[in-house]
C-alpha cells in the first residue's frame, strides 16, 4: 500500500482510521445536541442547590400553615327506634 506523503516530506499521513472532518470530533449531531442539554440542566440543578443551601435565610417566626381553629361539635344520640314485635304463627 502507498503511502501519502506531504510535498515537503515529513511524516505520512493516515487517512485510513478517521477522515479529517472527524479526527476531532467527538459526537455526532445528535449526540452533541444531548450533550448539551444534559449540560445545561446539570447547570441549572447545581446553581438550584446552591441557591438553596447558601440563598437567604427565612425568618423562623414565618408560618405558612393556616392556624388551627378549633371547632365544638356536640352530638346528640336519637332514641333507637322500638324493635318489631316478632311474628309468631
Request: net charge negative; aromatic share 8%.
Amino acid at each position: 500500500m502507498a503511502e501519502i506523503t506531504r510535498p515537503g516530506g515529513g511524516r505520512p499521513r493516515d487517512e485510513t482510521t478517521f477522515t479529517r472532518a472527524m479526527r476531532w470530533e467527538a459526537f455526532g449531531e445528535e449526540g452533541r445536541a444531548l450533550v448539551g442539554s444534559w449540560t445545561i440542566s446539570v447547570v441549572l440543578g447545581i446553581l438550584w442547590l446552591l441557591l438553596v443551601f447558601f440563598g437567604p435565610e427565612v425568618a423562623e417566626d414565618i408560618d405558612l400553615t393556616p392556624p388551627d381553629e378549633s371547632v365544638e361539635i356536640t352530638v346528640t344520640p336519637e332514641e333507637a327506634p322500638p324493635e318489631p314485635e316478632p311474628i309468631v304463627e
